[in-house]
């Protein structure tokens, strides 16, 4: 790992020395130090890392929309900045983006983020220059062409993901380009999946399916990857926001040429199944499983719902060469444990300048997992809905969920082991920072006091505080520390694991066909690793509407829900709910938390509006900062803006 982090600086170092353009960035300079970094194998292996520094930025979720901007978790806008932590994203659900100075700007590479297209252009160097270094062997040089065009198909997918139809940088363009061939065009919908699609599949057959030195190469793309990213872009293309959008119908470049597909077209779905199902083939051929906890000596004996609990929270916080479910995390390690974590013990609620604390979830992300039968809160007919928010103790059934003889509410009791596994929140159990043995009556496992300034984990100041009540446990290992400071154990964010996998092969299925077998076959595999029964047996012994599986529209709801819940906070939720089509839909409500400030549970519990977020019909796609379209008249800005 070493090695990988020398090249990851090396990358960055690369970057910075490339000036900026006053629009797309896409024409090479610092020609005359090329010749040097492909003189031999060792500097080219360098400029083969400098096309992966973006990857490395994505471990800072701040910079990541899917993570910031779902409502899955919310940021006090009257905390100072802490450590210099980047609240754009979080804020852009306040109303403050703008076509003027966008937040989080992949396209220019500005305000919290970083530009695509400046990473474009390096691989384009890359693929340029491959054949100068006469010491390269051909088995090596394919694979470095590979990764560089996965990486190049993948820095498209991001832009096209936030700006819908993007210019298509196939090849850097010369030095002496005119203003003319400079200012390009934006391709359509379908060009730009085409071509995003065409150089995932260049790539897929010349990477390795596997890390064979993960000492030195884990974070390298791989053709289970690849694979698994095809299968998103395309599930992608296939959704309302991108496949016959009536919003969109009409909108054409300066030409008149219309950027956006005239109808809906139902085959997209069965290639997004299609790619869906390869991936999966190819993950399980190479004995990648949804992960189950294997707990070590020093835990001992350990009830069945902590078990579960583990089962679920490791698939996200294990490290990644002992993860049987990781397809592809982010690298370097997940920076943000801190902000997920509550002070549970005197010293660290005495020194809690060490931590801030203040990853908040709001009610209504709590509200999203299900009750203990496997079904909605709101949909199950032997579930005190109406009544969720009066006071209960917690009792001996519920202990290593809810500290015994604790007053909380009533919501907080018979959900499903997802919700303890992914929430702390005022009387839960914290198995971990340092107490692992659950009966250990002299050191007995922690549990979360919120409740006021005089709760360990209440607000102190204005700095370090959770807003609302929730922190998101699932983004702290179990193994980490906060006491007198905070000793983290490291783990890598998942980009896309099998579980996420198996849920968008069956999206695509009930697209294609309606609930069929297959589609209830791999939705309930993830369901039975979280410890429930499977769809149809859940809804039909559960719901007030036993039978909503059977119908496409039913089941789509379901399956968004699922994927909602299974891969809550770990950045996919946003992407899922824009090209649903739902953001709009999940923001039309105020984010809310509970009165932190008080220390009675009567006066605790009372909803207390944080904000009502801001998101309209434009905040789908991102605008164009309004300079580019001035610089460059051939671009058109996005709908609405």
């Known amino acids: 790992m070493k090695k990988y982090y020398k090249y990851i600086c090396i990358g960055v170092l690369l970057i910075s020395s490339f000036s900026c353009k006053k629009y797309l960035d896409i024409t090479p300079d610092n020609l005359g130090t090329l010749d040097y970094a492909f003189r031999n194998r060792n500097e080219a292996e360098n400029y083969l890392y400098s096309c992966y520094a973006y990857l490395q930025r994505m471990s800072d979720v701040a910079g990541n929309p899917g993570f910031t901007t779902s409502g899955e978790l919310i940021y006090s806008n009257d905390l100072d900045n802490y450590l210099g932590f980047n609240r754009?994203?979080?804020?852009?659900?306040?109303?403050?983006?703008?076509?003027?100075?966008?937040?989080?700007?992949?396209?220019?590479?500005?305000?919290?983020?970083?530009?695509?297209?400046?990473?474009?252009?390096?691989?384009?160097?890359?693929?340029?220059?491959?054949?100068k270094p006469i010491d390269l062997s051909a088995a090596e040089k394919k694979r470095w062409i590979a990764e560089t065009k996965f990486l190049k198909a993948y820095y498209h997918y991001i832009l096209f993901k936030m700006y819908g139809p993007i210019p298509l940088i196939k090849d850097n363009l010369a030095i002496t380009s005119s203003t003319d061939e400079?200012?390009?065009?934006?391709?359509?919908?379908?060009?730009?999946?085409?071509?995003?699609?065409?150089?995932?599949?260049?790539?897929?057959?010349?990477?390795?399916?596997?890390?064979?030195?993960?000492?030195?190469?884990?974070?390298?793309?791989?053709?289970?990857?690849?694979?698994?990213?095809?299968?998103?872009?395309?599930?992608?293309?296939?959704?309302?926001?991108?496949?016959?959008?009536?919003?969109?119908?009409?909108?054409?470049?300066?030409?008149?040429?219309?950027?956006?597909?005239?109808?809906?077209?139902?085959?997209?779905?069965?290639?997004?199944?299609?790619?869906?199902?390869?991936?999966?083939?190819?993950?399980?051929?190479?004995?990648?499983?949804?992960?189950?906890?294997?707990?070590?000596?020093?835990?001992g004996k350990l009830s069945d719902s902590l078990k579960k609990e583990l089962d679920i929270q490791n698939a996200v916080a294990e490290k990644w060469e002992l993860n049987t479910e990781m397809i592809w995390a982010s690298n370097p390690a997940f920076s943000y444990q801190g902000y997920a974590t509550p002070r549970l013990t005197v010293k660290s609620s005495i020194n809690s300048f060490s931590n801030p604390s203040t990853f908040s979830a709001p009610i209504s992300t709590q509200e999203l997992f299900y009750t203990v039968n496997g079904v909605p809160i709101n949909e199950d007919r032997d579930w005190d809905y109406a009544g969720r928010n009066t006071l209960k103790t917690g009792d001996q059934a519920s202990r290593y969920y809810i500290k015994e003889g604790y007053e909380t509410i009533k919501g907080h009791f018979a959900r499903e082991p997802r919700f303890y596994a992914d929430l702390a929140f005022d009387g839960a159990i914290w198995f971990g920072n340092g107490r692992i043995n659950q009966?250990?009556?002299?050191?007995?496992?922690?549990?979360?006091?919120?409740?006021?300034?005089?709760?360990?984990?209440?607000?102190?100041?204005?700095?370090?505080?959770?807003?609302?009540?929730?922190?998101?446990?699932?983004?702290?290992?179990?193994?980490?520390?906060?006491?007198?400071?905070?000793?983290?154990?490291?783990?890598?964010?998942?980009?896309?694991?099998?579980?996420?996998?198996?849920?968008?092969?069956?999206?695509?299925?009930?697209?294609?066909?309606?609930?069929?077998?297959?589609?209830?076959?791999?939705?309930?595999?993830?369901?039975?690793?979280?410890?429930?029964?499977?769809?149809?047996?859940?809804?039909?012994?559960?719901?007030?509407?036993?039978?909503?599986?059977?119908?496409?529209?039913?089941?789509?709801?379901?399956?968004?829900?699922?994927?909602?819940?299974?891969?809550?906070?770990?950045?996919?939720?946003?992407?899922?709910?824009?090209?649903?089509?739902?953001?709009?839909?999940?923001?039309?409500?105020?984010?809310?938390?509970?009165?932190?400030?008080?220390?009675?549970?009567?006066?605790?519990?009372?909803?207390?509006?944080?904000?009502?977020?801001?998101?309209?019909?434009?905040?789908?796609?991102?605008?164009?900062?309004?300079?580019?379209?001035?610089?460059?008249?051939?671009?058109?800005?996005?709908?609405?803006?």
Not at 111 to 124: A, K
Not at 238 to 247: I, M, T, V, Y
Not at 562 to 581: A, H, M, T
Request: glycine residues 8%; proline residues 5%.
């Open 182 to 299: 400079v200012r390009v065009k934006r391709s359509t919908v379908d060009e730009s999946v085409d071509y995003i699609v065409s150089l995932l599949d260049e790539a897929i057959p010349d990477l390795p399916v596997a890390i064979s030195n993960q000492a030195l190469e884990l974070g390298r793309t791989t053709n289970l990857i690849a694979l698994s990213v095809k299968a998103e872009v395309l599930a992608t293309a296939a959704s309302p926001l991108f496949n016959g959008n009536p919003d969109y119908m009409g909108w054409s470049d300066r030409d008149g040429k219309a950027l956006f597909p005239s109808a809906y077209d139902p085959s997209k779905w069965q290639k997004a199944a299609d790619a869906a199902k390869v991936a999966i083939t190819a993950c399980e051929a190479q004995g990648i499983r949804l992960y189950t906890f294997s707990a070590p000596a020093t835990i």
């Open 439 to 641: 009966d250990d009556a002299k050191n007995p496992l922690y549990s979360v006091q919120a409740r006021g300034s005089d709760g360990l984990a209440g607000p102190k100041d204005r700095i370090r505080l959770n807003i609302t009540g929730y922190w998101p446990k699932k983004l702290v290992s179990y193994l980490s520390i906060y006491d007198d400071g905070f000793q983290q154990v490291d783990f890598r964010l998942p980009l896309i694991r099998l579980a996420g996998l198996y849920l968008l092969y069956a999206e695509t299925l009930n697209e294609v066909n309606g609930p069929t077998g297959d589609v209830f076959n791999y939705i309930d595999k993830v369901r039975f690793r979280a410890g429930l029964q499977g769809v149809q047996a859940s809804w039909s012994a559960h719901s007030k509407n036993p039978g909503k599986y059977s119908s496409k529209e039913g089941m789509r709801q379901i399956i968004h829900q699922e994927r909602r819940i299974e891969l809550c906070f770990e950045g996919q939720s946003g992407w899922d709910l824009r090209r649903w089509k739902e953001l709009q839909s999940v923001l039309s409500v105020p984010l809310q938390g509970w009165s932190i400030y008080d220390s009675e549970s009567v006066n605790y519990y009372r909803p207390t509006t944080q904000f009502i977020p801001v998101f309209g019909l434009k905040d789908y796609l991102w605008p164009i900062k309004s300079y580019d379209l001035v610089v460059n008249p051939n671009l058109v800005q996005n709908p609405y803006w």
């Open 88 to 131: 754009t994203g979080f804020n852009i659900l306040r109303g403050t983006q703008t076509s003027n100075d966008p937040g989080l700007n992949t396209w220019d590479g500005s305000n919290g983020s970083y530009s695509m297209f400046r990473s474009i252009r390096i691989c384009n160097i890359m693929l340029e220059n491959i054949d």
